[in-house]
């Protein structure tokens, strides 16, 4: 699958993942928020503040998107989490890590949400 295309499916998976997090309460603080240390795809508050990871498969691929949360992504949104915080003064705030699984199935979309996902 070439870039634009993963990138056209990513989008989408990320305003799929928003409509289900508005219609549950949330309020999306920042969305594809940068720095440095890289990229939080949605920001979101529900009673604490949420750093919300959202990852988009096409059913073609045939696996779970969670399978995409590697050790090494999780460290990089450890460090790009905890420099939001810095930044915004925001150090002392109740916060977790929610991952949002979208698989795009023709043109329906199956969602999963994890929340309060664990970084090493």
Do not use: Q
């Not at 720095?35 to 795809?41: K, Q, T, V």
């Not at 990089?76 to 915004?88: A, D, I, P, V």
Request: proline letters at 2%.
């Amino acid at each position: 699958m070439s870039c634009p295309i993963k990138k056209k499916i990513g989008a989408e998976g990320e305003k799929i993942a928003e409509k289900y997090l508005l219609s549950r309460g949330y309020k999306i603080l920042k969305r594809n928020w940068f720095c440095y240390a890289g990229e939080l795809d949605i920001v979101a508050f529900n009673r604490k503040l949420i750093f919300v990871e959202v990852k988009t498969l096409s059913r073609s691929v045939g696996e779970d998107p969670s399978v995409m949360l590697t050790r090494r992504k999780r460290l990089k949104w450890y460090h790009t989490s905890n420099y939001f915080l810095l930044r915004h003064h925001l150090l002392g705030a109740d916060w977790r890590y929610d991952f949002v699984g979208v698989i795009k199935d023709g043109r329906k979309y199956l969602l999963r949400h994890y929340k309060n996902i664990s970084i090493p």
